[in-house]
């Protein structure tokens, strides 16, 4: 894994390593264009502060809205 501490933009193996989700969901969240990204040439490149924002917009709440986690 490269220094994500101080990258601003994250390879796809940084994120999978940071979120705990696997290659094959990655790719997914990428293609369909749920989770921002960017493709520089045969890379594809998240920009570290919209996966913390896409995370936050993920945040599970329970139905009184109150975040359960």
Do not use: F
């Not at 796809?12 to 094959?24: F, N, P």
């Amino acid at each position: 894994m490269s220094n994500t501490k101080h990258s601003e933009w994250l390879s796809l193996k940084d994120v999978q390593h940071l979120v705990g989700i696997g290659r094959t969901k990655t790719y997914e969240l990428v293609t369909t264009g749920e989770l921002p990204a960017v493709r520089i040439g045969r890379c594809i490149r998240v920009n570290h502060r919209e996966l913390d924002e896409w995370l936050r917009a993920q945040r599970y709440a329970d139905w009184t809205g109150h975040d359960v986690l």
